[in-house]
T-cell receptor
Framework: AQSVTQLDSQVPVFEEAPVELRCNYSSSVSVYLFWYVQYPNQGLQLLLK??????LVESINGFEAEFNKSQTSFHLRKPSVHISDTAEYFCAVSDRGTGGFKTIFGAGTRLFVKA | DADVTQTPRNRITKTGKRIMLECSQTKGHDRMYWYRQDPGLGLRLIYYSFDVKDINKGEISDGYSVSRQAQAKFSLSLESAIPNQTALYFC??????????FGEGSRLTVL
């Protein structure tokens, strides 16, 4: 069985400071990895994904995540956050072997960016 | 217009009432899903469908049913709503890597 653990439920940070949102997963099979972002009163949208190839993946708005197979982690980082990054962030894994349909989500990390 | 559209966006109902949440998509994806979001629990899968003739239970299907009326339409029903079904419900579609495309959610309150 797969599971996803997001180690922090809330992360407060000042504007322009760096941030790391931690995600660990457990799976007996190969997985695809995702980070989704949910802004207030909106649905989830994909932030970035790891499917194969380079273990470091980047988003268009400055976030990056690194797939670490030995530590089964996929932490999300940004070197300098903005007020507009305030949102809830969800780590998710899906099973490669089943064609990726079975996606498991972490409980979410609420990022608060303060001025 | 949104690629995945959910109706209604908000609904307040009473215990015992039947409720239907509807979802339509213009992405052309075969795979459709219903998830439930509760604070501190992330998203949990209720039902999923790979095509019109294929419906599968997720991890929390008790108390829910679904209908896949067409490739683009997937509805979720609560036959007899109860207060602990108060939640935010999301419809989603996906491609074969598991990347999900979500609607904007339907907030359901059961009194």
């Amino acid at each position: 069985a797969q599971s996803v653990t997001q180690l922090d439920s809330q992360v407060p940070v000042f504007e322009e400071a760096p941030v790391e949102l931690r995600c660990n997963y457990s799976s007996s099979v190969s997985v695809y990895l995702f980070w989704y972002v949910q802004y207030p009163n909106q649905g989830l949208q994909l932030l970035l994904k790891y499917l194969s190839g380079s273990t470091l993946v980047e988003s268009i708005n400055g976030f990056e995540a690194e797939f670490n197979k030995s530590q089964t982690s996929f932490h999300l980082r940004k070197p300098s956050v903005h007020i507009s990054d305030t949102a809830e962030y969800f780590c998710a894994v899906s099973d490669r072997g089943t064609g990726g349909f079975k996606t498991i989500f972490g409980a979410g990390t609420r990022l608060f960016v303060k001025a | 217009d949104a690629d995945v559209t959910q109706t209604p966006r908000n609904r307040i109902t009473k215990t015992g009432k039947r409720i239907m949440l509807e979802c339509s998509q213009t992405k052309g994806h075969d795979r459709m899903y219903w998830y439930r979001q509760d604070p501190g629990l992330g998203l949990r899968l209720i039902y999923y469908s790979f095509d019109v003739k294929d419906i599968n239970k997720g991890e929390i299907s008790d108390g829910y049913s679904v209908s896949r009326q067409a490739q683009a339409k997937f509805s979720l029903s609560l036959e007899s709503a109860i207060p602990n079904q108060t939640a935010l419900y999301f419809c989603a579609t996906s491609v074969r890597t598991g990347e999900l495309f979500f609607g904007e959610g339907s907030r359901l309150t059961v009194l």
